[in-house]
């Protein structure tokens, strides 16, 4: 078992995992360290593995005890298996887990730039989550675009969804001065799915009312470094965006990105 931990805060987290000892993944090769509790730097990621031979449960959380408190802490399961705890408190688990592992969170960004301003919000819980995305050129050009995902498998790779899309364009001269492109506003529902493909890009496709289909595949904070975070888009009506962000603190980065229909920019980004 292999496992990825990228701490994007600007704290240390000594990292505790109950009942094993692990392998620290690094360039020593055969003779890298065995450990049970490791520390990531702010903006570092480290990678452990280990064989996956015990059962039941098993505690893995921050030592920092503050942290641990706040909730940075879950459960590693081996499927199967059941605890003691389980199984001798078999109602009081279920109670458990229908309360405490179904938690809703919202989360997302805003890149306010030179030509507009993007917004990616996101309400999840842990089978469904509703997603805001819009875009606004600073002339009156906007797009929203609203959907309602319903996860179906165990692992979170695959879901279905309903959409709706709006669009507003503004009346504008046309090429060369020459006569008047008039505005335009188009309203579409859509459904689709959605797959996470490794390395995390997204495919996904979708129909619309009007019977259009469109294929997207995407990668969100893609890391170039410890603090450089690279977003691509593209799809099958020939809109892309690419955009790079410098992550400053928590909550702040300074960004860029060209959009298809907003063309460059550069600003700042607010993370939530």
Not at 130 to 153: C, I, P, Q, V
Request: charge should be neutral.
């Amino acid at each position: 078992m292999r496992i990825f931990f990228t701490n994007a805060t600007m704290m240390e987290h000594p990292m505790h995992l109950h009942g094993h000892f692990f392998r620290v993944v690094n360039a020593q090769g055969d003779y890298a360290p065995m450990k049970h509790t490791f520390n990531i730097n702010p903006m570092g990621m480290i990678i452990i593995e280990f064989a996956a031979t015990e059962e039941k449960d098993w505690f893995l959380h921050c030592h920092t005890l503050y942290h641990l408190v706040a909730g940075m802490a879950t459960v590693i399961s081996y499927e199967g298996t059941e605890s003691d705890i389980q199984q001798k408190y078999a109602d009081g688990y279920k109670k458990f887990k229908k309360e405490h592992g179904s938690l809703n969170f919202l989360w997302g960004n805003a890149q306010i730039h030179s030509q507009g301003n993007f917004v990616n919000l996101n309400y999840s819980g842990l089978n469904w989550q509703l997603r805001e995305r819009w875009a606004m050129s600073w002339k009156g050009d906007y797009e929203s675009e609203t959907y309602l995902d319903r996860f179906l498998d165990k692992r979170k790779f695959l879901r279905a969804y309903i959409e709706s899309d709006n669009r507003y364009t503004k009346s504008e001269d046309g090429k060369d001065g020459i006569g008047v492109i008039p505005a335009k506003q188009t309203n579409v529902a859509a459904v689709g799915v959605a797959y996470l493909l490794p390395l995390f890009i997204m495919a996904d496709g979708r129909v619309d009312n009007k019977g259009d289909f469109r294929f997207q595949i995407s990668r969100q904070d893609f890391p170039l470094t410890k603090r450089i975070r690279l977003d691509a888009s593209w799809n099958t009506d020939k809109e892309y965006e690419i955009g790079a962000r410098y992550i400053l603190g928590r909550y702040f980065a300074i960004s860029a990105n060209y959009d298809s229909d907003y063309k460059w920019g550069a600003g700042i980004s607010i993370i939530y």
